[in-house]
């Protein structure tokens, strides 16, 4: 895995761009306070992909969600710009550092295997998943992440084709709307780590170091909704493990054709599983559950995580139709065709938002969790990183007879992270000489033309952090045992990968892996863009403060100093 492209000149101020703490003047919490915010994240959206479809459809509801609110022009998510660390800085306030959650699959060194029984002598160090692969279901993930429902329509997906008829793809969403508002039952106890405190399994949100707007809402007697892509977004629940009332989390790397193919792998097949979650939020915005069923009142924090864009960035082709972007960095057919169907379900909500009635107590947040790089196929370079790890594994074997293997765990899409079975400086400092001083060799084996395909030298790297540059990297505590030992910055156009099926990818600290669209519209908004350099991180204390709730009450926004968004109120 791997994510990133680094064209950061030297002396780049890399803190301010992990942290998110960018200066903002908030008005007073009293004036104009809104009942409800939605926020919306359309993974991969480019502020550059916003502006471009608006400058093109000046009429559309994207055109029309600007027109009435701010437009920041210059925003930045975290580093790694990844979905999980993206996600939970946006309803936290806090960077990885502070959070404690820098990957959605990550290793962590105090942490117990999954499974292990005997914690007084098992050994320290294991994966943490955070994805499809803590669900009860596997071999097939189901939609449903393993509850089970029967309906004809969930349980026929695997033999279904991709040329689903609407009314096929509509049986499938009210199918899928009776899933569980507590997804935490989908994850399977012995897939996740074990806590060596307590000897338990440890749940996604027990992972998480500080508390999230959801449960700051709710201890003011508020209710709170989510949708989103794996069960083990449960960890927006925050520490409590209570903060959502109703979560809905559709697995979107299950079988969804007769191939066996997830909803990723077809852009057609990625908006029939984004629809599964518009169709909840419009419920919610009715004051019913997500399933429609129940009358339990609009929400004050809730929304949804659309993955549309950021698989038409990724795929080279789908449905026939050219993936990523044409050359001067415009969207092609297919992100263009993904950029309509975001338009139209924008349309969707903010009707359904003013049939309720609700137009004037509701301020919707547009953002992303992260980017995509590259934009310029050109640059694009395929680089297999499991070659590099294992080079470097037996390079260090030569000196060191009989020690284990020196990475334990790495993720790599465009930024590299890596966690070592030895910490000591002389294994840190080897690591990153290593790095820095081979090349990686084409990836010809996957990639026999060539297309895509160079020898990088520096294993595709501009610079590697380690140990307490790592560590300061992120504001993270000398030694985290969340924290990865060594992060590698890439060179323009790097992925890591060891196939053909992307293009593009996310996680590192690019411009265009960090550059992401940030909107507030709605109530109590001043209109008008702002082209101060702001961070997602802020959009959570912005939350709070729209629905007249302290700022200070986010335990990473005090740890931090995160502002709310600038000249955002209206005088």
Request: aromatic share 6%.
């Given at each position: 895995?791997s994510r990133?492209?680094?064209?950061?000149?030297?002396g780049l101020?890399i803190?301010?761009?992990?942290?998110?703490?960018?200066s903002g003047a908030?008005?007073?919490?009293e004036r104009s306070?809104s009942?409800?915010?939605l926020?919306i994240?359309?993974?991969?959206l480019?502020?550059?992909d916003?502006?471009?479809?608006?400058?093109?459809?000046p009429?559309s509801?994207?055109a029309?969600?600007?027109?009435?609110g701010?437009?920041?022009?210059?925003?930045?998510?975290t580093?790694?710009?990844d979905?999980f660390p993206g996600?939970?800085?946006?309803?936290?306030g806090g960077g990885?550092?502070?959070?404690?959650?820098y990957y959605?699959?990550?290793?962590n060194?105090?942490?117990?295997p999954?499974?292990t029984l005997?914690c007084?002598?098992?050994k320290?160090?294991?994966e943490?998943?955070?994805?499809e692969?803590?669900?009860?279901?596997q071999n097939p993930?189901?939609?449903?992440a393993?509850?089970?429902?029967?309906?004809p329509?969930?349980?026929?997906?695997p033999?279904?084709?991709?040329a689903?008829?609407?009314?096929?793809s509509?049986?499938i969403t009210?199918?899928?709307?009776?899933?569980?508002?507590?997804?935490q039952?989908?994850?399977?106890?012995a897939?996740l780590?074990?806590?060596?405190?307590t000897?338990?399994?440890l749940?996604p949100h027990g992972?998480l170091?500080?508390?999230?707007?959801f449960e700051v809402?709710?201890s003011h007697?508020?209710?709170?909704?989510?949708?989103?892509?794996?069960a083990?977004?449960e960890?927006l629940?925050?520490?409590?493990?209570?903060g959502i009332?109703?979560?809905?989390?559709p697995e979107?790397n299950?079988?969804a054709d007769?191939?066996g193919?997830?909803?990723?792998?077809d852009?057609a097949?990625?908006?029939?599983y984004d629809s599964?979650?518009?169709?909840?939020?419009?419920?919610?915005i009715d004051?019913?559950?997500h399933?429609?069923?129940r009358?339990v009142?609009?929400p004050?924090?809730?929304?949804?995580?659309?993955q549309t864009?950021?698989?038409?960035?990724k795929?080279?082709?789908s449905?026939?139709?050219?993936g990523?972007?044409l050359?001067g960095?415009l969207?092609?057919?297919?992100?263009?065709?993904?950029?309509?169907?975001?338009?139209?379900?924008?349309?969707?909500i903010?009707?359904?938002i003013r049939r309720a009635?609700?137009?004037?107590?509701?301020?919707?947040?547009?953002?992303?969790?992260?980017?995509?790089?590259?934009m310029?196929?050109a640059s694009?370079r395929r680089v297999?990183d499991?070659?590099?790890i294992?080079?470097l594994?037996t390079a260090?074997?030569?000196?060191?007879t009989?020690s284990a293997?020196l990475?334990?765990?790495?993720?790599?899409d465009?930024?590299?992270?890596?966690?070592?079975?030895?910490?000591?400086?002389?294994?840190?400092?080897f690591a990153?000489?290593?790095?820095l001083?081979?090349s990686?060799p084409?990836?010809?084996?996957t990639?026999p033309?060539?297309?895509y395909?160079?020898?990088?030298?520096s294993?595709?790297l501009?610079?590697?952090?380690?140990g307490p540059a790592?560590?300061t990297?992120?504001r993270a505590?000398s030694?985290?045992?969340?924290?990865p030992d060594?992060?590698g910055?890439?060179?323009?156009g790097?992925?890591?990968?060891?196939?053909l099926?992307?293009?593009?990818?996310h996680?590192?600290?690019h411009?265009?892996?960090?550059?992401?669209?940030?909107?507030?519209?709605g109530?109590?908004v001043?209109?008008?863009v702002?082209d101060t350099?702001v961070?997602?991180?802020?959009i959570a204390?912005?939350?709070?403060t729209?629905?007249g709730?302290?700022?200070?009450?986010?335990?990473?926004?005090?740890i931090?100093?995160?502002?709310?968004l600038?000249t955002?109120?209206?005088?």
């Open positions: 895995m990133g492209s680094f064209g950061v000149a030297a101020e803190a301010a761009l992990l942290v998110g703490t960018a908030g008005a007073s919490p306070r009942k409800h915010v926020l994240s359309v993974d991969g480019h502020q550059s916003l502006a471009y479809y608006v400058n093109r459809h009429r509801a994207l029309g969600l600007i027109a009435d701010r437009e920041y022009t210059h925003a930045r998510t580093f790694p710009s979905s996600m939970i800085a946006q309803l936290t990885p550092g502070t959070t404690g959650v959605d699959d990550t290793y060194h105090s942490l117990l999954p499974g005997d007084a002598t098992a320290p160090g294991t943490v998943s955070w994805t692969a803590a669900d009860r279901s993930i189901t939609l449903d393993g509850q089970k429902l029967t309906d329509a969930l349980t026929g997906l033999t279904n084709t991709k689903r008829t609407l009314a096929d509509a049986a009210k199918a899928i709307l009776s899933m569980t508002p507590t997804p039952t989908l994850l399977d106890p897939a780590p074990v806590n060596p405190a000897c338990t399994p749940y992972y170091r500080v508390n999230t707007v809402a709710k007697g508020l209710t709170t909704a989510w949708s989103d892509k794996h083990a977004y960890i629940n925050g520490p409590s493990g209570t009332d109703d979560l809905f989390t979107i299950s079988a007769a191939a193919d997830d909803w990723t792998t852009n097949l990625t908006q029939e599964t979650k518009v169709a909840a939020v419009l419920n919610e004051g019913l559950d399933s429609g069923r009358h009142g609009t004050a924090i809730f929304g949804m995580n659309f864009v950021s698989t038409a960035q795929l080279p082709v449905d026939g139709l050219a990523g972007y050359p960095g969207p092609g057919p297919l992100l263009s065709r993904a950029l309509d169907y975001i338009d139209t379900q924008i349309g969707r903010r009707g359904q009635g609700l137009s004037r107590g509701t301020t919707i947040i547009l953002s992303a969790k992260h980017g995509q790089a590259p310029d196929l694009l297999d499991g070659g590099i294992d080079n594994n260090w074997a030569r000196w060191h009989g293997p990475v334990t765990f790495s993720v790599d465009d930024g590299m992270l890596l966690w070592l079975s030895d910490r000591s400086p002389a294994a840190l400092g990153k000489t290593y790095l001083t081979h990686a084409a990836n010809l084996a990639d033309k060539g297309v395909s160079a020898t990088v030298q294993s595709g501009t610079k590697v952090y380690t790592a560590d990297l992120f505590q030694g985290d045992s969340h924290a060594l992060v910055l890439t060179q323009d790097v992925v890591y990968t060891g196939n099926k992307k293009i593009a990818e996680g590192g600290d411009p265009q892996d960090l550059d992401v669209a940030l909107v507030v519209s109530a109590g001043r209109r008008g702002s350099t961070h997602t991180s802020q204390p912005t939350i709070l729209v629905l709730l302290d700022q200070h009450a986010l335990q990473a926004v005090r931090e100093h995160t502002q709310i600038p955002l109120r209206r005088p």
